[in-house]
């Protein structure tokens, strides 16, 4: 009699769970057709978050990560503070590359980035114009927030193009779609 209660007490356990919703699943929301792309596996997941720059970075390329933080300001806070950063921005010279700039180094837990770094390539962000420099670095913060790079050329005119012919230097309306949802 008790294993019969007990199976039946666990089938009714079983039926009556109510269904579980993990707030991540793996891949991306969003997309090409969207307009913009989530990293659900790499996202900021708040509204607000801290970068700091290391000592490579000079003046002039810090005004740009600035001012690129502030183009994403109606959506998502994003200050500089030598405390309680996620990130690290630095700067390098590397002439043998097409790499203007880079998101690289992130780790995640639960989804929610924890850290990461950005760094600029000195010699290849001085040979764009500084409107151009200052939409490389609010593209890069975009990765910060865990928007993912566009390749479709009908997304050309989104900051989060990947590709050096995007054009804009400021956040589209789907960019700033996408970067409500990675607050989530």
């Known amino acids: 009699m008790i294993k019969k209660?007990?199976?039946?007490l666990i089938l009714i356990m079983i039926c009556t769970v109510p269904n579980v919703v993990f707030a991540h699943t793996s891949g991306s929301v969003g997309g090409e057709s969207s307009g913009?792309?989530?990293d659900i596996d790499n996202h900021n997941g708040s509204a607000s978050f801290k970068y700091k720059f290391d000592s490579?970075?000079?003046d002039e390329h810090k005004e740009y990560i600035r001012t690129g933080a502030t183009r994403?300001?109606?959506k998502v806070t994003i200050t500089e503070s030598s405390t309680g950063y996620k990130g690290t921005i630095n700067q390098y010279s590397d002439e043998n590359t097409s790499t203007e700039a880079a998101f690289y180094n992130y780790i995640s837990s639960s989804g929610h980035l924890t850290?990461?770094?950005i760094k600029?390539?000195?010699?290849?962000?001085?040979?764009?114009?500084?409107?151009?420099r200052e939409g490389i670095a609010t593209h890069e913060l975009?990765?910060?927030?865990?928007?993912?790079d566009l390749?479709?050329?009908?997304?050309?005119?989104?900051?989060?193009y990947g590709y050096s012919s995007r054009t804009t230097n400021s956040p589209a309306t789907a960019d700033l779609t996408g970067a409500s949802e990675g607050i989530k």
């Open 5 to 8: 209660s007990m199976v039946l």
């Open 36 to 38: 913009w792309s989530l």
């Open 56 to 58: 490579s970075v000079d």
């Open 72 to 74: 994403w300001s109606s």
């Open 115 to 117: 850290s990461w770094k």
């Open 120 to 132: 600029l390539n000195r010699p290849l962000m001085s040979c764009v114009s500084p409107a151009k």
């Open 142 to 148: 975009g990765h910060a927030i865990g928007l993912n």
């Open 151 to 160: 390749y479709n050329s009908t997304n050309d005119n989104k900051l989060m």
